[in-house]
């Protein structure tokens, strides 16, 4: 199979983590080690709400996009469990200035060119928090922040975004790898 670049978007606890790891595991690609508790704790924190508390939440977002473009960019496949569309609708909600800056809002919208294939998984459809103390469990804050997710979605055919549909895991990985198949 030629080359593959996969990103899953969506809220917390929708099962973009648990896609990607099978992706990885079925094709043979590599899963982005960079995200957001990986940027937070090599930065001295426990979790991006420790961040916010110490005030540097706008290091943390730069620090963050640079380093999951950097990491996509040096790999010719790989499966992300967010895209850099997510961290801007994180960055939206969380430091406005920040995404509002020419730089990082070209930087998120340009990279999400470089996905084949974007699965979208809706909040309405199925979340589990599970409990994660590193989440946020506000259903609210989830359901704005999908609701802000949606709306940056580009409706452009260069990106090839696909909603994923709740019904199992099972049916999910049927459907990604019939789309992934028959994008072959």
């Known amino acids: 199979m030629s080359a593959l670049r996969i990103g899953f978007t969506g809220a917390s606890g929708v099962g973009k983590s648990t896609l990607a790891r099978w992706i990885s595991e079925t094709y043979g690609i590599p899963i982005k080690p960079v995200g957001s ?31 999951k473009i950097a990491w996509e960019m040096a790999h010719e496949s790989f499966v992300t469990d967010r895209t850099t569309l ?12 920040t995404a509002a800056s020419a730089n990082y809002y070209s930087a998120a919208l340009a990279h999400m060119a470089r996905y084949h294939h974007v699965f979208y998984l809706n909040v309405r459809d199925f979340c589990s928090l599970d409990g994660d103390p590193k989440r946020n469990s506000n259903m609210h804050y989830q359901y704005l922040f999908d609701a802000l997710l949606r709306g940056m979605i580009p409706s452009s055919n260069a990106i090839n975004t696909s909603r994923l549909d709740w019904h199992s895991v099972e049916d999910r990985k049927r459907e990604i790898a019939q789309r992934l198949e028959g994008a072959a």
Do not use: C, N, W
């Open 37 to 67: 508790r990986s940027v937070a704790k090599a930065m001295g924190f426990e979790s991006p709400y420790d961040v916010d508390r110490a005030g540097k939440r706008a290091e943390f977002q730069r620090r963050l996009q640079g380093e």
């Open 86 to 97: 997510d961290e801007l609708a994180y960055t939206t909600i969380h430091d406005v200035e």
